[in-house]
């Protein structure tokens, strides 16, 4: 997976019009066009969406002096908008610029300069990092929680934008002045929370399935 050929570039493009016509299609994907990060990231989003709300609201309390009551429905309600939705939406976007990026390397030759990096280490973090979304078939057991990761930060960008307005100008958590920053520091100490305990859920995970 590594390193790149043009047979390998071939094969490149390929997975790419085959994950297209994965997702314009109703039949399931196979193993040959690689791995799909939304069934396994979105299971952990929803496992731990209440200790999210839970982080959020208690925050906001504090940092805003809202009513509880005011502030959890607020949190709850918007939290609901951007997990549910909104992490699927952040993964199909970074779907997009994964094909584009990756269809571009391989018919340019430029993923050929990633086998020069020093023991292929910084070559495989690239490689994961940029194609977090739908990846290849890969061994390392660390990939999927760093994409994982990786996944989490057009999330948390989306998040932050549409909490902040959702509770902000909407006025759903009826606050006395500004409270666009609030919303973003809850939501980076919600993220933060959803990487450590993914990473450990997905850690978990993959070395029991391979028991």
């Known amino acids: 997976m590594f390193e790149f050929s043009g047979r390998d570039r071939r094969l490149s493009i390929r997975r790419a019009v085959a994950v297209l016509a994965l997702l314009l299609s109703p039949l399931h994907a196979n193993a040959d066009a690689g791995i799909p990060m939304l069934p396994f990231a979105y299971p952990v989003i929803l496992v731990f969406l209440i200790p999210v709300i839970a982080i959020e609201a208690i925050y906001l309390r504090a940092r805003l002096k809202t009513g509880w009551r005011v502030t959890l429905s607020a949190t709850a309600k918007a939290n609901v908008v951007t997990m549910l939705l909104g992490y699927p939406l952040a993964w199909v976007l970074f779907l997009g610029v994964e094909l584009v990026l990756w269809i571009g390397l391989a018919t340019t030759g430029a993923g050929d300069h990633?086998?020069?990096a020093p023991g292929h280490a910084i070559a495989k973090i690239v490689i994961v990092a940029t194609s977090a979304a739908w990846m290849g078939p890969v061994e390392e057991r660390w990939a999927i929680p760093f994409a994982f990761v990786v996944l989490l930060?057009?999330?948390?960008?989306?998040?932050?934008?549409?909490?902040?307005?959702?509770?902000?100008r909407k006025g759903w958590l009826r606050c006395e002045g500004p409270c666009s920053r609030a919303v973003w520091e809850a939501n980076a100490l919600s993220y933060a929370f959803l990487a450590i305990v993914g990473c450990l859920a997905l850690w978990g995970f993959l070395g029991w399935s391979r028991l």
Not at 153 to 168: A, D, M, N, Q, Y
């Open 153 to 168: 930060i057009p999330s948390f960008i989306l998040s932050g934008f549409v909490e902040s307005r959702l509770l902000g």
């Open 114 to 116: 990633l086998q020069w």
